[in-house]
DNA sequence: TGGCAATACTG
DNA sequence: CAGTAT
DNA sequence: GCCA
């Protein structure tokens, strides 16, 4: 049976969710009670916590229209409450986006004078409007979709590509980077987190809190870096939530209900917001055994144990490791093309690239479909490395070759050094996913640059394609999402969460649902779909 | 106090 | 089997 | 680190 999680019942609540934080209290008067049903459930799985009246807790209230408001509580009442009074409508628009939207437009008067229109500010209803997913603007006073009627509507916008042909394959999905390339170019600032339309919303969350998210950052690495990935995760969950909260946080009390921040967070936090900085960190930067394990720890093969050992070997720098004979094949590699690996590559090298592969590729199995995921498919400026995601449309003809194609590209002197080579889907029957970690060069140079191959057969590739294309937070998001209901998610399928009774990845017997594209993925979670550009989270 | 994803390759 | 990587 |  399963192990714990997962229950069907009450989904358990995402703690990342983009409700995280809120504390509401809702208005059911004059609410559908079908509707409530199914705002009261997002409300939770996205992290929102529902309060049955009005205490001191609630930070947000929400009501079908003033006159509901006002039916249904005192107005004493609400005038002393501080936190923010909405439409129902900003809950649909936001669950509709993916995100919280402005509440400008959704905003509900307290006074009782006031009428039922939210607050316009005629220059934010238009920057609101521009930003808006659909562009259509979502007045409020009379809702008129129903959630589903929503969903469907933003879908059937973009989700046309997925109508394709194509032997049906996803297809299309492979066409969607090009329309990327081409399209609406991404901005060649860094290659942080542009391009976006979602994070160009004018009251975006950003950087309240930089200082503290900052720091966190920092600290993640640092634990990784040390082999504490479970507190290194604790720390990356605290800076999505803190970074949703839609204000400064000025003292500890302010972050002491959410979650994924117990006592320990709690004094950092305090800490950081009243002496600009944090002890812990600062030690950890000067500490030159932390500062050594951290930069061996970026050679592709050292991992905090085998850079713990280097240490106490008395090495300080990379140099002193090169004349180190306990080094691994793969590690010398990583350590003679240290610098290689870390220069980042050109979006429009990886363009090429992708095309050269395809080629490629087809050449060999005609049909083929290769595709380049990572951060190039979500549409960024430069990319760390190559993930290259391969099947084929026949959903037999990809055995077999991923051999083939990397003597291929050996050949051509694409491909330069082997870091790693599986592939049991050879000949096999099988599910397996065959993978390639190597060095590959941009044609006419040396400089090498990481490239990895994963080929899929065609019945799980949609899931392939959405785990290596991201980005992390996304992945996390839809894992947890689909937990929530009961299943289980990875690049291999989404599976029943029928546990301990074999459900082990990809064995036999257990098959993931039967999702053709990434749309049908995100469908099935109820997820909103996310162009590749926009699952920069 | 134990779990926090799970799995495949290298040496 | 430990370590590493995705 | 947090949480059940």
Known sequence: MAPKRTKNKAPSADPQGMFAGMVVFLIEN???SRRLQIWKQKLEQMGAKIETHLSKKVSHVFAMSSDALFHHVDKDQLAR?????????????????????????????????GEDVPDKNPKLEAANR?????GEQSHCKRIKSSPEEIKHTNEESKGDIETNTASGLSNNEPNSPSSVTSGPEIPS???????????????????????ITEIFGKLINIYRALGDDRRS????????????????????DQVKNLPGIGKSLQDHIQEIVTTGKLSKLEHFETDEKVRTISLFGEVWGIGPATALKFYEK??????????????TNVQKLGLKYFDDIKTRIPRNEVQEMESLLQKVAEDIVSGVVVVCGGSYRRGKASCGDLDIIITHPDGKSHKGFLQKYVKRLKEMKLLREDLIFSTHSEEGTDQGVDTYFGLCTYPGRELRHRIDFKVYPRDIYAFGLIAWTGNDVLNRRLRLLAESKGYRLDDTGLFPATHGSGSKRGARGTTSLKLETEKEVFDFLGFPWLETYERNL
């Open 189 to 211: 600032t860094l290659d942080k987190d542009v391009g976006t339309p979602t994070s160009s919303l004018p009251y975006s969350p950003p950087d309240l809190n930089k200082d």
């Open 233 to 252: 995760f604790s720390y990356y969950k605290a800076i999505a939530v803190v970074e949703k909260l839609p204000f400064k946080i000025e003292s500890a």
């Open 130 to 134: 521009n930003s808006s997913i659909h």
């Open 314 to 327: 008395g090495h300080r720098a990379l140099d002193d490791l090169k004349s180190d004979n306990s080094l």
């Open 81 to 113: 409450f501080k936190g923010h009074v909405l439409l129902y409508q900003w809950l649909e628009d936001s669950l509709a986006a993916g995100e919280k939207v402005s509440e400008h437009l959704y905003i509900l008067k307290v006074d009782p004078e």
């Open 30 to 32: 004059s609410v559908q």
